[in-house]
């Protein structure tokens, strides 16, 4: 079966984001790498088709990102190599080729980075009697952090959720997170009620506003992902000197705290959405921290 070349990654990166409903910052992740591959083989190998790349193609490409000025790093050439792995097994399920070039291509190994997370003294000093703000603004912050800090959903989770998603009757919010997959992540009752008086003050500001999403800008629109990251990073600056501000720090905190606090690992992976354990596991240090902070203090030879 052949594809017009020009729709092969076109047709790809609409998969990605309707069928896989990855974000949009993910999809375009996926088209710069794709393209910066075809930019190669038109360049090295004066090929214009993806299917005609081999295999040594692949590992010639992702050697001269490693041995380039640039100086890729393995985290970021591991990244390009998942891109081409998704984007071929696409196109074998379509019949476009019959083996993928990527098949035996192992990803470089790179050192795991630590979580960052917000100490828990301070998240309880970010929502403990503070100001956010005045207006409509103020009590999108608010709500914005409590959230992200009480149910570890993701960027994209948050700016897309929907009133039908949150259940005043089971106490829970309804996640629909990365490849369409949901999960149910209970909430306390301080949560429920802001939502509540948050949708009740609506009617209040406009007349006409978008009535599906749960958080809404001051003109009465859904979310974008930029929006959130700004008041995020703008708010966290004041309880913390971390370098790193993003709305993923809190959802490192939201699994960091509960692990520190006694809950068990597999728990922590279903409310954060994890398709493995493994991607759970690197919370797990600081568990350990906790467990040497007590036996110091408990153990007579501590």
């Known amino acids: 079966m052949q594809l017009p070349e020009d729709r092969l990654l076109l047709d790809f990166l609409q998969y990605l984001r309707f069928e896989k409903r990855y974000s949009d910052h993910t999809v375009r992740a996926y088209n710069d790498d794709l393209l910066q591959f075809s930019v190669y083989l038109s360049r090295e190998y004066e090929l214009n088709k993806f299917e005609l790349a081999s295999t040594a193609m692949v590992r010639s490409w992702l050697s001269a990102q490693r041995e380039g000025s640039a100086g890729v790093s393995p985290r970021t050439i591991s990244r390009k190599l998942s891109s081409l792995r998704s984007f071929y097994k696409y196109l074998l399920k379509k019949g476009v080729i019959r083996v993928s070039p990527v098949n035996n291509l192992a990803a470089p190994k790179a050192g795991k980075k ?53 259940s005043t009757y089971t106490r829970s919010i309804k996640v629909l997170g990365k490849g369409n997959k949901e999960r149910v992540v209970p909430v306390q009752e301080d949560l429920l009620e802001e939502i509540r008086k948050y949708e009740a003050m609506k009617a209040t500001q406009w007349e006409t506003y978008d009535t599906n999403h749960v958080l809404l800008t001051e003109k009465g629109k859904p979310l974008y992902a930029q929006y959130v990251y700004r008041i995020v990073k703008g708010y966290l600056g004041n309880f913390t000197t971390l370098s790193k501000r993003s709305p993923h720090i809190l959802r490192h905190s939201f699994a960091t705290h509960l692990l520190n606090n006694g809950a068990e690992l597999n ?36």
Do not use: C, N
């Not at 009697?129 to 608010?142: E, M, Q, R």
């Not at 954060?272 to 007579?300: C, D, M, N, R």
């Open 114 to 166: 630590l979580p960052v997370y917000v100490e828990e003294r301070q998240a309880a000093m970010l929502f403990d009697g503070s100001s956010f703000g005045d207006g409509w603004k103020g009590l999108t912050t608010s709500l914005i952090l409590r959230l992200f800090y009480q149910t570890g959903m993701r960027l994209t989770e948050l700016v897309t959720l929907k009133k039908s998603q949150v």
């Open 267 to 302: 728990a922590v992976k279903e409310l954060l959405g994890h398709a493995s354990l493994a991607a759970t596991q690197v919370y797990t240090h600081t568990t350990i921290g906790k467990l040497k902070e007590v036996h110091k203090k408990a153990h007579p030879k501590g």
